[in-house]
T-cell receptor, first 114, second 113 residues
Framework: GAGVSQTPSNKVTEKGKYVELRCDPISGHTALYWYRQSLGQGPEFLIYFQGTGAADDSGLPNDRFFAVRPEGSVSTLKIQRTERGDSAVYLC????????????FGEGSRLTVL | GQQLNQSPQSMFIQEGEDVSMNCTSSSIFNTWLWYKQDPGEGPVLLIALYKAGELTSNGRLTAQFGITRKDSFLNISASIPSDVGIYFCAGQRIETSGSRLTFGEGTQLTVNP
């Protein structure tokens, strides 16, 4: 499709398990972002990629969170040893480098940790 | 944590009424944006503002970038039922990398037909 695609749309897991969330950005967009949105809150920045490299990962809450974008397109957000507090909607967005701030978001992956 | 104060938190209006919401910050932003989010969807960009004092319209929506660079407002005229949703302001600071955005907590808009 033409938009940002995220899978899975819903993920239920048990505390302590490992989770991977995938993002397929808009073709040609060099910048890719991960945000986390808790219920009733605005999205909170996690990490930003320009091409293959993580240009800013200062929003990752701790070392259980890691993200990669090996070929400069698809990205995977990885969460180790999940905790109940990790439950949230994880949003991916992409943008062309020309218009900073004009992000195109996917529908999100809702993670529930039991 | 959040650095943008968005108000009001929620609004209940009648169809046809005008709506105004705003966002303030203690920090200076060089870009202000307004997004709308429907249930189960990601935020969708409505308006982007790049210059202090800039006033920009998109159909029934009008937004302004405050002169101090610390605030922005969004107006919706002649509201219709499909305007229902959560509206987020977002700002980009000069000193942060790339297009990292800080979001407000949102304004939940309900339009009664």
């Amino acid at each position: 499709g033409a938009g940002v695609s995220q899978t899975p749309s819903n993920k239920v897991t048990e505390k302590g398990k490992y989770v991977e969330l995938r993002c397929d950005p808009i073709s040609g967009h060099t910048a890719l972002y991960w945000y986390r949105q808790s219920l009733g809150q605005g999205p909170e920045f996690l990490i930003y990629f320009q091409g293959t490299g993580a240009a800013d990962d200062s929003g990752l809450p701790n070392d259980r969170f890691f993200a990669v974008r090996p070929e400069g397109s698809v990205s995977t957000l990885k969460i180790q040893r999940t905790e109940r507090g990790d439950s949230a909607v994880y949003l991916c967005a992409s943008s062309s480098s020309v218009r900073g701030g004009e992000l195109f978001f996917g529908e999100g992956s809702r993670l529930t940790v039991l | 944590g959040q650095q943008l104060n968005q108000s009001p938190q929620s609004m209940f209006i009648q169809e046809g009424e005008d709506v105004s919401m705003n966002c303030t910050s203690s920090s200076i932003f060089n870009t202000w944006l307004w997004y709308k989010q429907d249930p189960g969807e990601g935020p969708v960009l409505l308006i982007a503002l790049y210059k202090a004092g800039e006033l920009t319209s998109n159909g029934r929506l009008t937004a302004q970038f405050g002169i101090t660079r610390k605030d922005s407002f969004l107006n919706i005229s002649a509201s219709i039922p499909s305007d229902v949703g959560i509206y987020f302001c977002a700002g980009q600071r000069i000193e942060t990398s790339g297009s990292r955005l800080t979001f407000g907590e949102g304004t939940q808009l309900t339009v009664n037909p």
